[in-house]
Structure formats: structure tokens, C-alpha cells
């Protein structure tokens, strides 16, 4: 069963950046299009950019020119990177499957506020 861990939250001001890192124990990780989602408080959890194994990225127009994903086969990982990041950002960030096909991580908390 793979497990996922997700890391790299915490709080920042408007107009600021983090760096999400999320890694995948178990093997098949190579094999499948990644995505990081995010639920705010009361929201339904969102899908805001997927990754297929040869690269190829797609973005929420909501993050799309300031967030960018990419990721490692061989380490196992997927990175959000996050800029110009805005208070309607905070949420709990997921990585997973784009199918959703492993049990969810603990997720890592992102606020952004002054």
C-alpha cells in the first residue's frame, strides 16, 4: 500500500511563496499522472495541478502562472511550487493520484495572510 507524505506548509504573507514536497513510499509511482489538491474550510477538496510521468503539466485557472508542479520518478516525488501566493490559497494541501487511487497523506497546511 502506498503511503503518502506530504510537506513544506505553513504561514505566509500575501504575495509570498512556499515549496510543497510530497513523497510516495511503495512502487508504481512512475506509472501514473500526479496531481496536488486543496481543501479550504468548507470547501470541497479541488485538484489544482497534475503531472503525467513524462512531464506534461495542467493547472486550476486559479493557480495557473503562479504555481508550477514537477516531479522525480526515481526519488518518488511531486513538488508544488507556489508564488504569488494569495489568501484564498490557504488551504490543506493533498498530493495523489489524478484518480485518486491511494489513501490520503495527513496533508500540509498553508495560510496566507497578514
Known amino acids: 500500500q502506498v503511503q503518502l507524505v506530504e510537506a513544506g506548509g505553513g504561514l505566509v504573507q500575501p504575495g509570498g511563496s512556499l515549496r510543497l514536497s510530497c513523497a510516495a513510499s511503495?512502487?508504481?509511482?512512475?506509472?501514473?499522472?500526479m496531481g496536488w489538491y486543496r481543501q479550504a474550510p468548507g470547501k470541497q477538496r479541488e485538484l489544482v495541478a497534475a503531472?503525467?510521468?513524462?512531464?506534461?503539466?495542467s493547472y486550476a485557472d486559479s493557480v495557473k502562472g503562479r504555481f508550477t508542479i514537477s516531479r522525480d520518478n526515481a526519488k518518488r516525488t511531486v513538488t508544488l511550487q507556489m508564488n504569488s501566493l494569495k489568501p484564498e490559497d490557504t488551504a490543506v494541501y493533498y498530493c495523489?493520484?489524478?484518480?485518486?487511487?491511494?489513501?490520503w497523506g495527513q496533508g500540509t497546511q498553508v495560510t496566507v495572510s497578514s
Open positions: 495523489n493520484t489524478q484518480k485518486i487511487l491511494w489513501p
Open positions: 511503495g512502487n508504481g509511482f512512475g506509472v501514473y499522472v
Open positions: 503531472i503525467s510521468p513524462s512531464g506534461l503539466t
